[in-house]
Each structure stands twice: as structure tokens, then as C-alpha cells.
């Protein structure tokens, strides 16, 4: 199976930019589509964004496609998200996930694998 590791996360001021990364280890991360998830306090998880394997299919949550984005880099077993004019209202853990699924899911009950998450604080 794959372990999952996040990095990235901090303060930043409004407006700002944070490029968040997720590196895989134990097994290849090509085997796998991969996602982004957030959860605010309060809130539940919810979908960003995925990737699929060769990065070929990506899907975003309505709400942030114009600011995010996803790629990957399978020969460094690792996933990134960009993430541009950050909002108070992104502030979140941010979380990575993978899937053995065959399509890109948005729903978190279909990733098989998650990270510990990393902390996103955007300042007003």
C-alpha cells in the first residue's frame, strides 16, 4: 500500500500563494488517481481536486477551479496543488488522498488512502 506525506502548509496573508506537496512512498504513485480534500473546523471534508494517473484527467470543486491547481510528477512519486489568491474562507487542513478507483472521484468515502494533512491559515 502507499503512504501518504504532505507538506507546503502555513500562514499566509490574504491574496497570497501556497503551493501545497504530497509525496508517496511504499508503492508507485502512478498505480493511483489522487485528490486533495479540506476540512475547516466544523465543517466536514470536502473535495478540491484530483488527478488521474498519467495527469491526463482532472476534476476541481466549482468553487475553487479558477485558483487552484493540481499536477503530479509520478517520477518523483509526488502530487502538488497550487493554490493562488488565497481567502480567509481556504483556510482549512489540507489533506491528500489516492484511489485505486478508475476514474477521478470527488467523494471522499472512495479514496482508499489518506495523509495526515497540512495546515492552511490565510490571515485577513
Known amino acids: 500500500q502507499v503512504q501518504l506525506v504532505e507538506s507546503g502548509g502555513g500562514l499566509v496573508q490574504a491574496g497570497g500563494s501556497l503551493r501545497l506537496s504530497c509525496a508517496a512512498s511504499?508503492?508507485?504513485?502512478?498505480?493511483?488517481?489522487a485528490g486533495w480534500f479540506r476540512q475547516a473546523p466544523g465543517k466536514e471534508r470536502e473535495f478540491v481536486a484530483a488527478?488521474?494517473?498519467?495527469?491526463?484527467?482532472?476534476n476541481y470543486a466549482d468553487s475553487m477551479k479558477e485558483r487552484f491547481a493540481i499536477s503530479r510528477d509520478n517520477a518523483k512519486n509526488t502530487v502538488y496543488l497550487q493554490m493562488n489568491s488565497l481567502k480567509p474562507e481556504d483556510t482549512a487542513v489540507y489533506y491528500c488522498?489516492?484511489?485505486?478507483?478508475?476514474?477521478?472521484?470527488?467523494?471522499?468515502?472512495?479514496?482508499?488512502?489518506w495523509g495526515q494533512g497540512t495546515q492552511i491559515t490565510v490571515s485577513s
Open positions: 511504499g508503492r508507485a504513485l502512478s498505480a493511483y488517481v
Open positions: 488527478i488521474s494517473r498519467g495527469g491526463g484527467s482532472i
Open positions: 488522498a489516492a484511489t485505486t478507483a478508475f476514474y477521478n472521484p470527488i467523494e471522499r468515502n472512495k479514496y482508499d488512502y
